[in-house]
Nanobody, 125 residues
Framework: QVQLVESGGGLVQAGGSLRLSCAAS????????MAWFRQAPGKEREFVAS????????FHADSVKGRFTISRDNAQTTMFLQMNSLKTEDTAVYYC??????????????????WGQGTQVTVSS
């Protein structure tokens, strides 16, 4: 029932910006958390940012603080990741995930039981 669809990825030069979207459907749980993760070739999935949906509390990984911002729309059906000052190290497939019943802002991928298909972000030098 839960479906997450990412979009907005693409090719951008270092220092540029990109805005990712995650359209969510089937989120009928009373409490849950949403998050952005990324995975580069040959590397494990890495936490980027998360949001507690009930009140919008956010948490960002140290590697992206000051550059990336997680947010949601007023209808609370879409999650965004505004990425500024992009670096080549940010190149990865970006995924959105959902944690049913999540009250915190967990960073472990295993906590998130639903995932989108991912969207490729490539940052060139």
């Amino acid at each position: 029932q839960v479906q997450l669809v990412e979009s907005g990825g693409g090719l951008v030069q270092a220092g540029g910006s990109l805005r990712l979207s995650c359209a969510a459907s089937g989120l009928t749980f009373s409490d849950y958390a949403m998050a952005w993760f990324r995975q580069a070739p040959g590397k494990e999935r890495e936490f980027v940012a998360s949001m507690r949906w009930r009140d919008g509390k956010t948490f960002h990984a140290d590697s992206v603080k000051g550059r990336f911002t997680i947010s949601r729309d007023n209808a609370q059906t879409t999650m965004f990741l505004q990425m500024n000052s992009l670096k080549t190290e940010d190149t990865a497939v970006y995924y959105c995930g959902m944690r049913p019943g999540g009250l915190g802002v967990g960073t472990a991928p295993v906590l998130y039981h639903y995932w989108g298909q991912g969207t490729q972000v490539t940052v060139s030098s």
